[in-house]
């Protein structure tokens, strides 16, 4: 059984561009939820998909948003990169039932560099 | 809003020891859970223990057991019997009602080292 997967592992960008990230969750989760984590921080959450919508929302500003697939998948993008956008961003799934979401596993992460 | 302290950035054991880290949170809501994450250096964040709020008893995993003080808003984790695998980054963290469309709030985080 497949866990979270996330590609790509490491991407390097310039100031001002424009990225995407990946997640396909586990297998029968259906809820994708985006952190960030600095270096030497814990992950901050960026937001939370559900049924292909944005559920809820961390304290991020409007260039990071988000996509998720009719196949539970997701995407993060962020525009107009700025150094500080420097980090780890784990993609974490679980399953849904009604207003209920369980235990959220953790994908291996993706290491974004902005210079 | 929700918050959680980790005011241990290092701690270190040697093998076969017990060791105990520290947690400490703040919520006005009555119905949460806490959990403990482990990332090793793989960087992949694995659960180790999960405590329900309206649970009086401590919830044990193997080697790994919690001490909730709800009142005190206190959660440590104690490692027993320490292993070299046991080496790692160590996430306290919080969520409203086990992720019911709520975010993970977690803390600054502790740094585990296993000595021979």
């Known amino acids: 059984d497949a866990g979270v997967t996330q590609s790509p592992t490491h991407l390097i960008k310039t100031r001002g561009q424009q990225v995407t990230l990946r997640c396909s969750p586990k297998?029968?989760?259906?809820?994708v939820s985006w952190y960030q984590q600095a270096l030497g921080q814990g992950p901050q959450f960026i937001f939370q998909?559900?049924?292909?919508?944005?559920?809820q929302r961390g304290n991020f500003p409007d260039r990071f948003s988000g996509h998720q697939f009719p196949n539970y998948s997701s995407e993060l993008n962020v525009n107009a990169l700025l150094l500080g956008d420097s980090a780890l961003y784990l993609c974490?799934?679980?399953?849904?039932?009604?207003?209920?979401?369980?235990?959220?596993?953790f994908g291996p992460g993706t290491r974004l560099t902005v210079t | 809003a929700q918050t959680v302290t980790q005011s241990q950035p290092e701690m270190s054991v040697q093998e076969a020891e017990t060791v105990t880290l520290s947690c400490t949170y703040d919520?006005?809501?009555?119905?949460?859970?806490l959990f403990w994450y482990k990332q090793p250096p793989s960087r992949q964040m694995i659960l180790v223990i999960r405590?329900?709020?309206?649970?009086?008893q401590n919830a044990t995993e193997n080697r790994f057991s919690v001490n909730f003080q709800k009142a005190a808003k206190s959660f440590s984790l104690k490692i027993s019997d320490s292993q070299l695998g046991d080496a790692a980054m160590y996430f306290c963290?919080?969520?409203?009602?086990?992720?019911?469309?709520?975010?993970?709030?977690f803390g600054t985080g502790t740094r585990l080292q296993v000595t021979l």
């Open positions: 297998s029968g989760h259906d809820t």
């Open positions: 998909y559900y049924e292909e919508e944005e559920r």
């Open positions: 963290a919080y969520s409203w009602r086990a992720g019911t469309a709520s975010k993970l709030t």
């Open positions: 405590q329900e709020a309206y649970k009086q």
């Open positions: 919520t006005s809501e009555s119905d949460y859970y």
């Open positions: 974490a799934s679980s399953f849904s039932s009604g207003l209920s979401s369980y235990e959220q596993y």
